[in-house]
């Protein structure tokens, strides 16, 4: 792609129905229980994407056998019924490049399994949290020890079967810490409960893992309203369908919100598993028609929309979504309850506060969220910076003329998102 993509409003509403890739959370939930369990298991509708590529070959270096159709979007794998067996060279780093899901989720199976491995990735994953996570897996019988900086990748891990019991959490700066220690649980010696003293940040997304869970037979559940506990189980290989990613789909459907028209997004409705999905609501309070069924979502431009007072915390990927649409609204925007954000691919609240200033709009950053005032004309022609961070390219593409730059970021999750913006008559 190349270094720089002109995105401009389309040329009249859109109608359509518009599909986005699998979600990116379910893939590499699914690929990591799918490669713990006893048989074989077809995975269909998976994203193939920078993120799930990495996941892919990481487990394929543990002896786990995936084989993906000529698009990825179906892959079969070859359970190994328990602890991952080995790694193909105990000092070759696993690359987990920008992948918070990979990096997060195999620490913990690796934790839990016989083996020894270093796992590494991108700059900037070496500079996000695992510290909680790490704690924990210790504190379990795992041997880790951090080669740059004190609980952070990379990191050398030798394995052991964790015993199981009670893990006490504060609340951790992401919920894949928690995601973490229960994908890892049905490997364990004994029952494993986590009780999160202060709260689960993002919960959806730890309901979602739960979910998955059964999905391959373990009993997986909350006990109390911050309390977790998975049994030790082997798992069973099976057919699991990828939902279209929630998150990717809110940009899809904003594109009617913001220019008019009506955008269908097939197979995401509110039996959904993905949190992101009810990001609907947040258009509907800013003033978008919705209809929401059980598998399909719906939103249609009413010509104006106005500013909200957001509490995003369940849905924090939703939030520069949110930032893109404010600048289109009336009146002012608080978005809060996101600081997680400060630890992503990129700090998604200084970014957004940056890129809405060149746009015109006046943004106070707190250290949770944003206030943001639109202008009262979007600055046109501004170059958007996107951090290496995919949901800043795609999110900021909802401003009007604007120049993105470094487009190729959206491969982490939607590789095809700017030719869709294309076959709209979006890109110049």
Request: proline share 7%; charged share 25%; with cysteine.
């Amino acid at each position: 792609m190349t270094s720089e993509v002109r995105v401009r409003p389309p040329p009249g509403p859109i109608v359509a129905a518009l599909t986005p890739p699998g979600s990116k959370s379910l893939t590499n939930r699914a690929l990591v229980l799918a490669a713990m369990s006893e048989g074989t298991s077809m995975l269909r509708g998976c994203l193939d994407s920078e993120d799930t590529q990495v996941m892919r070959a990481a487990l394929g270096r543990c002896g786990v056998v995936c084989e993906a159709s000529e698009d990825a979007g179906e892959v079969r794998v070859t359970g190994v019924g328990g602890p991952l067996p080995r790694v193909d060279d105990p000092e070759r780093p696993i690359d987990v490049a920008t992948a918070g899901t990979a990096a997060r989720f195999l620490a913990a199976v690796f934790a839990a399994s016989p083996i020894r491995c270093v796992v590494d990735g991108s700059a900037r994953m070496r500079e996000r949290p695992m510290e909680g996570l790490l704690q924990a897996l210790r504190a379990q019988g795992a041997d880790i020890r951090c080669l740059g900086a004190d609980d952070m990748l990379p990191c050398e891990i030798d394995g052991a079967r964790l015993r199981g019991g009670e893990i006490r959490l504060a609340r951790p700066p992401s919920s894949q810490f928690i995601s973490a220690l229960l994908l890892a649980a049905p490997l364990a010696e004994a029952p494993l409960r986590v009780v999160l003293e202060q709260g689960t940040p993002a919960r959806p997304y730890v309901d979602m893992t739960l979910a998955c869970l059964r999905d391959f037979g373990a009993d997986a559940r909350w006990v109390e309203q911050d309390v977790l506990e998975v049994s030790p189980t082997t798992l069973r290989g099976r057919d699991y369908h990828v939902e279209p990613d929630a998150s990717a789909a809110t940009y899809l459907l904003s594109l009617a919100a913001i220019f008019g028209g009506e955008v269908r997004v097939p197979g995401l409705g509110r039996t959904s598993q993905q949190g992101d999905a009810r990001f609907c609501d947040v258009l509907g309070r800013m003033g978008a028609h919705v209809l929401q069924g059980p598998e399909i979502t719906l939103i249609r431009g009413t010509g104006t929309l106005h500013g909200v007072d957001l509490d995003l915390s369940d849905m924090p990927d939703t939030t520069l979504t949110a930032a893109v649409l404010a600048l289109h609204a009336s009146g002012p925007t608080r978005i809060r309850g996101v600081d997680v954000l400060r630890h992503h691919e990129s700090d998604r609240i200084a970014a957004a506060a940056t890129e809405l200033r060149k746009l015109g709009a006046e943004v106070v950053e707190h250290e949770d969220g944003l206030d943001i005032t639109p202008p009262a004309q979007i600055a046109q022609d501004a170059a958007i910076d996107t951090y290496r961070d995919h949901r800043v390219a795609m999110a900021f593409s909802l401003a009007g003329h604007v120049t993105i730059r470094d487009p190729g970021c959206v491969a982490k999750t939607f590789p095809k998102y700017f030719e869709v913006l294309a076959g709209l008559g979006m890109v110049e």
